[in-house]
């Protein structure tokens, strides 16, 4: 007796089919059967993603108009170029010398744009929304041959652990850039501007998406086979759960928050306008 479930001829050239029309997987001729607008939130993502791209590109390029005393932009922190412009107690560190003529930021952005490349919300955000991969769920998508993460280059998405380890040291400079903001442009203690709190509500988003990364919650809660033994582990295991549950959230917030500081930044030393003291 016929099922209807035999996978339909495609129009190939040849008979039987492969990826979503492979002769394993069930014979659905319709690409899906949704109704609603399943492709306003691939497509919002793509554009949202692009958006950050072309912003962080230009200014990680541009080399200039990145510190307004005192107010460091996170793209260039720490800077660790000679060539970087002198901040006083900030996070100048001249590892490389006068030979480097490109960006500074070049140097440091690897770490933090290594952590969100890698990590699990954006590896679906930019499969669905740049490569269709799949574009949405219970859509079927376009591509024949699916290897996963199991090929060079996605096979580097594995490392995404190592780049939290570096993401951690990161987050902690630039809580200390958010410190330093408690200065007038004279270096003098005591003082809170516009920026101070742009940069207070940015390094907390930062440390929020950072904690509430899947790798974190591991390392704190993983490999541990009674939870009764480790009391703390276990207390602090479910705190990065309830921020894990709102790990896509905090990545889009923290993204644009990192770009809100840089262009406060960029604005504060083009003389664009002057920071408003708050006291």
Same mark, same amino acid.
């Given at each position: 007796m016929a099922t209807g479930t035999e996978p339909p001829a495609v129009s190939?050239?040849?008979?039987?089919?492969?990826?979503?029309?492979?002769?394993?997987?069930?014979?659905?001729?319709?690409?899906?059967?949704?109704?609603? %607008?399943?492709? @306003?939130? +691939?497509?919002?993502?793509?554009?949202? @993603?692009?958006?950050?791209?072309?912003?962080?590109t230009w200014r990680a390029?541009?080399?200039?108009?990145?510190?307004?005393?005192?107010?460091v932009s996170?793209?260039?922190? +720490?800077?660790?170029?000679?060539?970087?412009?002198?901040?006083?107690n900030g996070p100048n560190w001249e590892i490389f010398g006068s030979w480097w003529g490109l960006s +500074?930021?070049?140097?440091?952005?690897?770490?933090?744009?290594?952590? %969100?490349?890698?990590?699990y919300y954006y590896r679906k955000a930019y499969y669905r929304g740049f490569w269709a991969s799949p574009p949405a769920c219970a859509v079927a998508e376009p591509h024949a041959k699916y290897t996963g993460e199991t090929r060079f280059p996605l096979i580097l998405q594995n490392i995404h652990r190592y780049f939290f380890y570096a993401a951690v040291p990161v987050a902690g400079i630039l809580t200390y850039d958010t410190v330093l903001?408690?200065?007038d442009e004279?270096?003098?203690?005591?003082?809170?501007?516009?920026?101070?709190?742009?940069?207070?509500?940015?390094?907390?988003?930062i440390w929020a998406y950072t904690l509430s990364c899947h790798s974190c919650r591991h390392i704190i809660g993983g490999r541990l086979r009674h939870f009764s033994k480790h009391p703390v582990r276990y207390r602090l295991w479910g705190?990065?759960?309830? @921020?894990?549950?709102?790990?896509?959230?905090?990545?889009?917030?923290?993204?644009?928050?990192v770009a809100l500081c840089d262009f406060y930044v960029y604005l504060l030393a083009t003389g664009a306008f002057a920071d408003p003291r708050l006291f």
């Open positions: 190939t050239g040849v008979s039987g089919g492969t990826g979503v029309h492979g002769a394993s997987r069930a014979a659905i001729a319709p690409r899906h059967l949704r109704t609603d %607008r399943w492709w @306003l939130a +691939p497509a919002l993502t793509a554009a949202g @993603l692009f958006a950050f791209i072309v912003y962080s390029f541009a080399n200039s108009d990145y510190y307004a005393a005192p107010y996170p793209f260039y922190s +720490p800077c660790l170029a000679e060539s970087c412009a002198p901040m006083r +500074p930021a070049l140097l440091i952005l690897i770490f933090p744009l290594g952590f %969100r490349l890698t990590c903001t408690f200065r004279e270096y003098a203690w005591g003082h809170m501007g516009l920026g101070s709190l742009i940069f207070l509500v940015n390094i907390v988003l705190w990065a759960g309830k @921020l894990n549950n709102r790990h896509m959230q905090l990545a889009w917030a923290s993204l644009i928050s």
